[in-house]
């Protein structure tokens, strides 16, 4: 199978190994040669395209804090993780500080855990654009039931953007 | 005032323009890209800047200098960093040449692990037979050449406990990975001794997962993450250089941390 570099040229970031001098040729591509946190094929539902991301076990309790950020190289942060909750109809819910600047500003929004994706010690939304976010309704707590710290709920993966 | 050294015939500078992808490669260590010049490269190398290819020449065997440097400077005996348990980062950080929807799981019913090389006893390995081995848990830091790392905690068998029983010869100079995902990889014997490279089955005491290397992957505390080859289906032990993904695409080979 043919993996092509999306995003065209993507400089190698080579961080520093020991004190001796590094060179290193050829630089076309760095880590990645196929990007990640790639959007739900068209048509699929945010469960099945979940499934296909190898979900993994997660304490709910170790997300709230986490860097939420855009699937794309410069990993912009979008907002941080509040807390998790599930809506009426059940579907967990990952309630977001959405945008602001500084921690000023922000607002709380509820994206489904679906949308998003585990990479490492952050979290990404891989289903919807910050455009589409924006227009994500303010998170109101009312018909909403919290989700206690020790349970284990499955999150999708993702390989880094950048 | 014209230097009294500057040389009478100045090399093309688009020279340096063939070359732009590699000096780009440098872009965080700005020290070392604004030390390299045409000139700098000639005094270093005594190549002749004007056959592009020998440029590309000169920079890998500045690489292959820095391996040895580095295969000089490692201490068998020396330990890397290691964490406590509660800070280990649970699921561990994805990562691979693909994204995680193209992993490839193996079936551990049926997985072998095949030996060749300079290995006295060559039958392959079930999972059971590894699993019977000595484990020991380590809780290390993977750290990455793109810049991040985390904290984890593994389980496995001492690559050294298991080269020692299949009988390979410890003398040689490499020892090589092949794996499901078509990701050649290789290190040096004296880290494959070190006592934090494992042969790893277990993350956080659970098996490992599909998108982590099930069942079996290498961890080394030594060097970095991507000499760590996941889903390993075969090991040889070899005096020939059997070079590996990244490094065929000029990422250094020792990748000692």
């Given at each position: 199978m043919v993996r092509r570099n999306m995003s065209g040229v993507r400089s190698m970031r080579m961080r520093s190994i020991c004190g001796a001098l590094v060179i290193v040729a050829s630089a076309a591509h760095a880590q990645s040669t196929t990007p990640g946190g790639m959007p739900p094929p068209p048509g699929m539902s945010l469960a099945e395209s979940a499934a296909m991301r190898f979900p993994q076990p997660v304490r709910v309790g170790d997300l709230p804090g986490r860097d939420v950020l855009r699937p794309v190289e410069s990993q912009d942060v979008l907002g941080h993780v509040r807390q998790l909750v599930r809506d009426s109809k059940g579907?967990?819910?990952?309630?977001?500080?959405?945008?602001?600047?500084?921690?000023?500003?922000?607002?709380?929004?509820?994206?489904?855990?679906?949308?998003?994706?585990?990479?490492?010690?952050?979290?990404?939304?891989v289903a919807f654009t910050p455009e589409q976010l924006r227009r994500f309704p303010t998170f109101s707590p009312s018909g909403t039931t919290p989700i206690a710290d020790d349970a284990i709920i499955k999150v999708g993966l993702a390989k880094p953007s950048h | 005032m014209k230097s009294p050294f500057r040389p009478d015939e100045v090399p093309d500078a688009s020279l340096l323009d063939d070359h732009r992808s590699l000096i780009r490669s440098l872009e965080r260590r700005g020290l070392i890209r604004g030390g390299l010049s045409l000139g700098a490269l000639v005094?270093?190398?005594?190549?002749?800047?004007?056959?592009?290819?020998?440029?590309?020449?000169?920079?890998?065997?500045?690489?292959?200098?820095?391996?040895?440097?580095q295969a000089l400077l490692f201490d068998p005996n020396k330990l890397a960093p290691t964490y406590p348990a509660s800070m280990i980062l649970r699921p561990p950080k994805f990562n691979a040449y693909y994204d995680v929807m193209d992993v490839k799981p193996v079936n551990g019913a049926t997985w072998r692990l095949g030996l060749s090389g300079l290995v006295a006893d060559k039958r392959p390995w079930t999972l059971q037979d590894l699993q019977a081995l000595p484990q020991i848990s380590i809780v290390i830091k993977h750290i990455c050449v793109e810049g991040w790392s985390y904290i984890g905690g593994w389980t496995g068998t001492p690559l050294r406990t298991f080269l020692e029983r299949v009988g390979a010869d410890l003398r040689a100079k490499y020892v090589a990975f092949k794996t499901a995902d078509d990701y050649p990889s290789s290190i040096d014997m004296a880290s494959a001794l070190h006592p934090q490279t494992l042969l790893a089955t277990k993350y956080g005491g659970e098996t490992l997962a599909d998108p982590f290397g099930y069942p079996v992957r290498l961890r080394m505390a030594t060097k970095l993450g991507y000499k760590n080859?996941?889903?390993?289906t075969a090991i040889e032990v070899t005096n020939s250089y059997p070079g590996g993904y990244w490094e065929s695409r000029g990422f250094p080979w020792f990748?000692?941390?």
């Open positions: 579907q967990i819910m990952v309630v977001i500080d959405f945008g602001g600047f500084f921690g000023f500003g922000s607002r709380p929004i509820a994206v489904p855990v679906d949308a998003m994706v585990l990479v490492g010690q952050d979290m990404e939304v | 005094m270093l190398t005594g190549c002749d800047v004007k056959r592009p290819e020998s440029v590309e020449s000169a920079l890998l065997a500045i690489s292959r200098l820095n391996d040895s440097v080859p996941k889903w390993i990748a000692g941390i």
